[in-house]
Protein backbone atom coordinates (compact mmCIF):
# COMPACT_ATOMS: atom_id res chain seq x y z
CA UNK A 1 0.00 0.00 0.00
CA UNK A 2 1.05 3.57 -0.67
CA UNK A 3 1.52 6.22 1.52
CA UNK A 4 3.84 8.20 3.95
CA UNK A 5 6.41 6.87 6.52
CA UNK A 6 6.94 9.18 9.82
CA UNK A 7 10.46 8.33 11.27
CA UNK A 8 11.29 9.99 14.62
CA UNK A 9 13.40 9.43 17.91
CA UNK A 10 12.36 8.73 21.32
CA UNK A 11 9.07 8.84 23.04
CA UNK A 12 7.39 9.86 19.32
CA UNK A 13 3.56 10.58 19.82
CA UNK A 14 4.40 12.21 23.40
CA UNK A 15 2.40 15.06 24.39
CA UNK A 16 0.04 14.40 21.88
CA UNK A 17 -3.66 14.85 22.15
CA UNK A 18 -4.96 11.03 22.28
CA UNK A 19 -7.01 9.91 19.33
CA UNK A 20 -5.89 12.86 17.00
CA UNK A 21 -1.97 11.82 17.62
CA UNK A 22 -2.79 8.22 15.85
CA UNK A 23 -6.10 9.71 13.42
CA UNK A 24 -4.59 12.58 11.87
CA UNK A 25 -1.65 10.99 9.95
CA UNK A 26 -3.63 8.14 8.97
CA UNK A 27 -5.69 10.23 7.23
CA UNK A 28 -2.78 12.04 6.02
CA UNK A 29 -1.92 8.65 4.28
CA UNK A 30 0.92 7.52 7.00
CA UNK A 31 0.66 3.98 6.73
CA UNK A 32 4.18 3.51 9.11
CA UNK A 33 6.01 4.97 11.58
CA UNK A 34 9.85 4.11 12.67
CA UNK A 35 11.04 5.21 15.92
CA UNK A 36 14.01 4.75 18.87
CA UNK A 37 10.01 4.60 21.36
CA UNK A 38 7.40 5.58 21.31
CA UNK A 39 4.71 7.21 24.04
CA UNK A 40 2.25 4.21 25.07
CA UNK A 41 -1.20 5.48 24.61
CA UNK A 42 0.11 7.13 21.28
CA UNK A 43 1.20 3.82 20.53
CA UNK A 44 -1.65 1.81 21.07
CA UNK A 45 -4.15 4.73 19.70
CA UNK A 46 -1.89 4.04 16.54
CA UNK A 47 -2.11 0.29 16.58
CA UNK A 48 -6.22 0.83 16.40
CA UNK A 49 -6.02 3.39 13.66
CA UNK A 50 -4.27 0.06 12.03
CA UNK A 51 -0.95 2.08 11.49
CA UNK A 52 2.17 -0.03 11.59
CA UNK A 53 4.64 1.53 14.23
CA UNK A 54 8.59 -0.31 14.54
CA UNK A 55 11.12 0.67 16.65
CA UNK A 56 14.88 0.78 15.36
CA UNK A 57 16.79 -2.57 16.29
CA UNK A 58 19.92 0.11 16.35
CA UNK A 59 18.96 3.48 17.42
CA UNK A 60 22.01 4.84 14.93
CA UNK A 61 20.07 3.83 12.43
CA UNK A 62 17.84 6.72 12.35
CA UNK A 63 20.60 8.53 10.77
CA UNK A 64 20.27 6.27 7.74
CA UNK A 65 16.73 7.88 6.68
CA UNK A 66 16.47 11.33 4.26
CA UNK A 67 13.33 13.15 3.02
CA UNK A 68 13.59 12.43 -0.23
CA UNK A 69 13.69 8.53 0.51
CA UNK A 70 11.41 5.82 -0.96
CA UNK A 71 10.81 3.00 1.52
CA UNK A 72 9.57 -0.50 1.28
CA UNK A 73 8.89 -3.17 3.63
CA UNK A 74 7.96 -6.72 2.72
CA UNK A 75 6.57 -9.72 4.98
CA UNK A 76 3.93 -8.03 6.40
CA UNK A 77 1.67 -10.70 6.10
CA UNK A 78 3.80 -13.37 7.93
CA UNK A 79 3.98 -10.55 10.74
CA UNK A 80 4.64 -13.03 14.27
CA UNK A 81 4.48 -11.79 18.06
CA UNK A 82 7.33 -14.37 18.72
CA UNK A 83 9.60 -12.72 15.52
CA UNK A 84 9.29 -9.34 15.35
CA UNK A 85 11.90 -8.12 13.02
CA UNK A 86 10.94 -6.42 9.87
CA UNK A 87 13.39 -5.45 7.16
CA UNK A 88 12.82 -2.41 5.80
CA UNK A 89 14.74 -1.02 2.47
CA UNK A 90 15.94 2.80 1.93
CA UNK A 91 16.12 3.66 -1.71
CA UNK A 92 18.14 6.89 -1.90
CA UNK A 93 17.78 9.86 -4.04
CA UNK A 94 21.30 8.10 -5.68
CA UNK A 95 19.58 4.51 -7.06
CA UNK A 96 21.47 3.58 -4.10
CA UNK A 97 20.24 0.91 -1.15
CA UNK A 98 20.27 0.90 2.48
CA UNK A 99 18.90 -2.16 4.63
CA UNK A 100 17.70 -1.28 8.28
CA UNK A 101 16.22 -4.28 10.55
CA UNK A 102 13.27 -2.51 12.84
CA UNK A 103 11.22 -4.21 15.24
CA UNK A 104 7.43 -4.58 14.75
CA UNK A 105 4.96 -3.34 18.01
CA UNK A 106 2.57 -5.80 17.55
CA UNK A 107 2.99 -7.69 20.47
CA UNK A 108 -0.70 -9.75 20.60
CA UNK A 109 -1.84 -11.78 18.08
CA UNK A 110 -4.90 -9.31 18.67
CA UNK A 111 -2.79 -6.10 17.70
CA UNK A 112 -1.75 -8.29 14.21
CA UNK A 113 -5.52 -9.26 13.29
CA UNK A 114 -6.55 -5.23 14.16
CA UNK A 115 -3.18 -4.72 11.64
CA UNK A 116 -4.53 -6.18 8.77
CA UNK A 117 -7.89 -5.57 9.17
CA UNK A 118 -6.86 -1.94 9.07
CA UNK A 119 -7.89 -0.61 11.99
CA UNK A 120 -10.35 -1.98 15.13
CA UNK A 121 -13.40 -1.05 14.09
CA UNK A 122 -12.80 -2.90 10.40
CA UNK A 123 -11.94 -5.37 12.58
CA UNK A 124 -15.23 -5.55 14.72
CA UNK A 125 -17.33 -5.09 11.31
CA UNK A 126 -15.82 -8.21 9.99
CA UNK A 127 -15.93 -9.69 13.55
CA UNK A 128 -19.86 -8.82 13.76
CA UNK A 129 -20.76 -9.70 10.16
CA UNK A 130 -18.77 -12.95 9.17
CA UNK A 131 -18.84 -14.59 12.72
CA UNK A 132 -22.10 -13.68 14.71
CA UNK A 133 -23.94 -12.47 11.36
CA UNK A 134 -24.52 -9.35 12.97
CA UNK A 135 -25.85 -10.78 16.08
CA UNK A 136 -25.03 -7.59 18.06
CA UNK A 137 -25.93 -9.15 21.48
CA UNK A 138 -23.80 -12.34 20.90
CA UNK A 139 -20.69 -9.80 19.40
CA UNK A 140 -20.96 -7.44 22.41
CA UNK A 141 -20.82 -10.96 24.88
CA UNK A 142 -17.64 -11.74 22.79
CA UNK A 143 -15.88 -8.09 22.67
CA UNK A 144 -16.72 -8.01 26.96
CA UNK A 145 -14.72 -11.60 27.21
CA UNK A 146 -12.09 -10.81 24.63
CA UNK A 147 -8.50 -9.90 25.74
CA UNK A 148 -8.47 -6.32 23.74
CA UNK A 149 -4.99 -4.73 23.32
Same mark, same amino acid.
Given at each position: ??????????????????????????????????????????? !????????????? @???? *??? /?? +??????????????????????????????????????????????? !????????????? @???? *??? /?? +???????????????
Amino acid at each position: TNGSVMVGGKLFGSGSSREAAAFIPRHLRVRVAIAESFAPIHR !ENAIEQGLFYMIY @KNPS *DRS /KF +DRDDLISISGLDKLDVDNRDVEVKIKKKDGSEVIVICEHVLDTPYKI !EVFRAGSEPNLFK @KILI *DQF /KG +DVSAFMKWFEEKNRL
